[in-house]
């Protein structure tokens, strides 16, 4: 992936501590909850080291001593901890994969609504399929530890600590025996670390290439066939999924020496454990109870390390998904947007003051010293050659960019001044193709203004003369559009575009004129919604076609990034420049 590609995901300069408790931070209400899950990790850590007591009292004082009751007494013990254990590890699931369920749902959301406000630009050179792909497979990275890595890491932890502190006090001499294997452990949970951290990071990089390229391909389906491009396409795949693939293995060949590592310093540890304990039994120094009760316990010495060794290739996996979640957290918004923020007036001049703009730092102005005054109520149209600007523009005037030099108003306030709220409300764009989400299209339209009601949004439909059009369906305008508005044409998309900006009821329209590719039996349908929705209000209009632009009150003509022509279709016909030029080869090629 190019580096644009990785914006979304860049990673954060954080350790895996400092990103887990960022998190754990992001619980919110959910304190409580953490409070009672800490409660019952410490009830099943000492029901776990009160269990091997139970048996070194039956073996010392029940068997040793040939004491029925002590015995019986040391059983029950045993079997009622042991129940205590049971309820109190069913708890803590519960607890715990509820706690973790919210941390995930609370990310989810955060992302979601981060990524809502993430500007344009952002959007352009970030690709769909890596964004994606923090959604789904960095979020899915996280599922399987909270579900089990939280109980893990904070039950085994203390029970570890607490079961080192017991095996101390109840036989120093053993509790050396085991430290034999510590520094074996420790080097290799370094050296694991260390490569870990860079393997799980690159699997995570190559699981976004692999969306990227899948999303990719099938948003293109048409063009691939059409072209007989499947080879390809799938060599591509293939390519990306032959790199994830190696990537994976990398990671599983670092597990392949560690793991047995683990086992066999565990094996190693009971095996002197039990040699030395029965040296220290022969000579006095113990009884067969202590060591009894020094082995049973050392397995919760070693099966939490064993444990944490497998919950260390969740918590790399996790840790990589986490860096890359909190990196697109951390990308700020280029777009400033004031709180509150000056609000809008209802109604105004827009005044484009000596505009320039770059889409970067080291790339060729597309704007240069744009002045241009837009009355209310008036009727714009951006005309000129395919790049020279015309869209940049409109996209300024919307606030989509900001200017890299000079400023554009709206009854007199800098769009930068203005907050997102009243900008939103004033100034409504309608893409050249109507996009449409998977829902019925009343809620389509209902997306203009989130409270409208009912009848509002059928009213918007009359505005544009369309509700009878959309009535006459099965389902009326409850019918659902499928995907992308699937199920209706692309004049009709257009129409449910121009219902939703209609149902805003914006004063600033910015229009990238939406009949230059329908088909003729819906051109004029659309296009006599378009002259309704523009009626009574200022309407900057991108023009495809010389017929649009000559209906306008005015026309600016944008050449090379620059205003070169401004005024009215015979003005500009009768001044013979760039504009008559334009006009005259577009009646020629009809």
């Known amino acids: 992936m190019s580096g644009n590609d990785e914006l979304a995901g860049t990673p954060a300069p954080a350790s895996l501590r400092v990103l887990l408790a960022r998190l754990i931070g992001m619980s919110g209400k959910q304190r409580s909850q953490v409070a009672w899950a800490l409660s019952l990790i410490s009830l099943w850590t000492a029901a776990n080291l009160a269990g091997p007591y139970a048996i070194k009292l039956a073996i010392d004082r029940g068997i040793g001593q040939r004491n029925v009751t002590a015995l019986n007494l040391a059983i029950a013990a045993y079997v009622a901890i042991s129940l205590v254990v049971y309820l109190v590890h069913r708890a803590q699931i519960r607890v715990l994969n509820r706690l973790g369920e919210g941390l995930l749902r609370n990310l989810r959301v955060t992302v979601f609504a981060h990524l809502l406000r993430l500007p344009l630009p952002f959007y352009e050179r970030t690709k769909a399929g890596v964004l994606i792909s923090r959604m789904t497979s960095d979020v899915d990275s996280l599922q399987e530890l909270v579900q089990t890595g939280l109980l893990t890491l904070l039950g085994n932890g203390l029970l570890l600590l607490l079961s080192s502190v017991v095996l101390t006090i109840v036989s120093p001499w053993l509790m050396l025996t085991c430290l034999v294997a510590v520094p074996f452990v420790v080097a290799a949970s370094v050296r694991f670390a260390r490569r870990s951290s860079v393997t799980y990071l690159e699997v995570r990089d190559r699981v976004g290439a692999n969306l990227t390229r899948l999303q990719e391909s099938l948003s293109g389906v048409r063009v691939i066939q059409a072209f007989a491009g499947e080879p390809l396409a799938i060599e591509r795949f293939h390519a990306s999924n032959e790199a994830l693939f190696r990537a994976h293995m990398r990671s599983t060949n670092l597990q392949s020496w560690y793991l047995p590592v683990i086992e066999i310093a565990g094996t190693g540890s009971c095996?002197?454990?039990?040699?030395?304990?029965?040296?220290?039994?022969?000579?006095?120094?113990?009884?067969?109870?202590?060591?009894?009760?020094?082995?049973?316990?050392?397995?919760?010495?070693?099966?939490?390390i064993q444990q944490f060794s497998q919950l260390f290739n969740q918590m790399q996996s996790a840790g990589a998904g986490l860096r890359k979640l909190f990196g697109?957290?951390?990308?700020?918004?280029?777009?400033?947007?004031?709180?509150?923020?000056?609000?809008?007036?209802e109604a105004g001049n827009i005044e484009v003051d000596h505009v320039s703009f770059a889409y970067g730092s080291e790339l060729a102005p597309v704007l240069a010293d744009v002045s241009l005054s837009i009355a209310q109520g008036e009727r714009?149209?951006?005309?000129?050659?395919?790049?020279?600007?015309k869209s940049t523009l409109a996209k300024l005037i919307a606030r989509f960019y900001d200017p890299s030099a000079g400023c554009i108003r709206f009854g007199g306030v800098d769009l930068r001044e203005a907050s997102s709220s009243s900008l939103r409300e004033r100034i409504v764009v309608v893409a050249q193709e109507g996009f449409l989400f998977n829902t019925s299209i009343r809620e389509n339209v209902r997306l203009g203004r989130a409270d409208a009601s009912d009848a509002e949004v059928e009213a918007a439909l009359a505005t544009i003369g369309v509700l009878e059009r959309f009535s006459a369906l099965p389902e009326g305008i409850d019918t659902r559009v499928d995907e992308r508005g699937s199920r209706l044409s692309s004049g009709e998309k257009q129409l449910v575009s121009l219902a939703r900006a209609a149902l805003r009821n914006p004063p600033l329209l910015v229009l990238d004129e939406a009949t230059s590719n329908l088909d003729p039996g819906t051109e004029q349908l659309v296009e006599a919604a378009m002259i309704k929705l523009m009626a009574g209000r200022t309407t900057v209009v991108i023009a495809h076609r010389m017929s649009t632009a000559a209906q306008a009150d005015r026309i600016a003509v944008i050449d090379e990034g620059q205003l070169v022509e401004v005024g009215t279709h015979a003005e500009l016909i009768a001044r013979d420049g760039r504009y008559a030029t334009l006009f005259v080869r577009a009646k020629r090629d009809l």
């Open 271 to 304: 095996a002197l454990v039990v040699a030395v304990g029965g040296y220290l039994v022969y000579r006095g120094q113990a009884t067969v109870g202590t060591v009894s009760f020094f082995i049973l316990t050392l397995s919760n010495l070693f099966e939490p």
């Open 328 to 345: 697109l957290l951390d990308t700020p918004s280029e777009l400033v947007m004031r709180t509150p923020g000056t609000l809008l007036p």
């Open 380 to 389: 714009l149209a951006l005309v000129g050659p395919t790049g020279a600007g």
